[in-house]
């Protein structure tokens, strides 16, 4: 099988070819890093040792967003399964472990099945967005014997159970870890606005390419389609990722462009969405234009654009919440090209308000 290499760099395609084999392996790095494209090209590379390979994501909508890439990179038939990591536990137990309140799985009746499989060969396991996963999955693969590469990134956890990168590397046992530095899809400019919400250490390093400020907009009632729209017919190429707070926001913004302008055909996706409702479970990622998320969904996604409508929904938060700030710092870095944020209500949300006019335009 002919493997493709993506547009790497020196650095990123240095990290892919160091990386053994056989092993655990956890990969770090800041947003725009390349860690997404890297564990579809890593998955690729497993599957030419002859063994099936499953490419492992919490978000669905991440799934097909790596399935695409995966298809890019080799035939149909590579060898790779890409799968969210529920629906991979769902096929591993046969449906005869119950769920938790959490959504996962009885962790202890996990082990029990795994301590029963006795040297049974683990799977090859490749784990985009790992910090989503909770520690006890982890523990499940070290349990398997699993041989298993994980990108990860700390300060981008949006989710209630996750894991440190200290915890993926101690449940997983012996395993080597290495750092990928650099931001290969933000601009300057938004690298910069983001570095305002970094929860870390140390701040990533800053992109060179150079690009218009973000944007904060102050809207009038219900002024987030007008927004939308004008940007949609200004960048008709473009994809452009309207990333809300909530269900409700999202469908009444499809409403209004439904209504308002048509020909624009925006998607939408939402993980509630139940059989049937495929229109809102399956979208192309390719095609330009608006796609309207959730804020839950956004992880690991890029769009040439990028509108948060909705940041006085978080007025009330303390804007020094690392919970927010970690948000804020994942939505934002999404875009590669331009980024909007905008507002409802009289007062401009504290979050915003501790940003200077030099690294967000107002208006």
Not at 39 to 54: E, F, S
Not at 131 to 152: G, I, S
Not at 308 to 333: C, E, G, Q, W
Request: include cysteine; hydrophobic fraction near 40%.
């Amino acid at each position: 099988m002919t493997v493709t290499y993506l547009g790497l760099s020196p650095e990123q395609r240095g990290c892919l070819d160091d990386l053994p084999f056989d092993g655990n392996h956890l990969v770090s790095g800041p947003p725009g890093s390349g860690k997404s494209l890297l564990a579809a090209q890593r998955a690729v590379m497993l599957a030419l040792t002859g063994a099936p390979v499953t490419l492992l994501t919490r978000s669905n909508l991440l799934r097909q967003s790596l399935a695409a890439v995966v298809h890019a990179l080799g035939p149909a038939d590579s060898g790779v399964r890409v799968s969210t990591a529920h629906a991979w536990l769902a096929d591993w137990c046969d449906g005869k472990i119950s769920r938790t309140d959490d959504g996962w799985y009885d962790w202890e009746a996990c082990y029990d099945r795994a301590a029963e499989a006795g040297h049974v060969t683990g799977p090859t396991l490749v784990v985009d967005e790992g910090q989503d996963l909770p520690p006890e999955f982890y523990l499940l693969c070290r349990m398997l014997k699993a041989r298993v590469t994980v990108y990860a990134d700390e300060c981008q956890r949006l989710t209630d159970t996750n894991s440190t990168l200290a915890e993926i590397a101690q449940r997983l046992g012996r395993c080597t870890r290495l750092e990928l530095d650099g931001n290969h899809r933000n601009t300057l400019q938004i690298a910069e606005f983001a570095a305002h919400f970094h929860t870390g250490a140390a701040v990533p390093v800053l992109p060179a390419r150079e690009g218009p400020p973000p944007r904060l907009h102050h809207l009038p009632d219900r002024g987030a389609a007008d927004l939308l729209i004008l940007l949609a017919e200004r960048h008709p190429q473009r994809t452009i990722g309207v990333i809300v707070n909530s269900t409700h926001t999202q469908f009444s913004l499809l409403g209004s462009l439904e209504r308002r302008a048509p020909k624009l055909r925006p998607q939408l996706y939402t993980s509630r969405a139940r059989r049937g409702q495929g229109r809102y479970r399956t979208l192309d990622l390719d095609r330009p234009g608006i796609v309207l998320v959730h804020r839950v969904s956004a992880k690991g996604l890029e769009f040439d654009t990028v509108v948060i409508p909705d940041v006085h929904t978080d007025a009330a938060v303390d804007p020094t919440s690392v919970t927010l700030r970690m948000a804020y710092f994942v939505l934002a870095t999404r875009a590669r090209h331009e980024l909007h944020l905008a507002y409802e209500g009289d007062t401009e949300p504290a979050l915003c308000a501790q940003v200077g006019s030099g690294y967000l335009l107002r208006g």
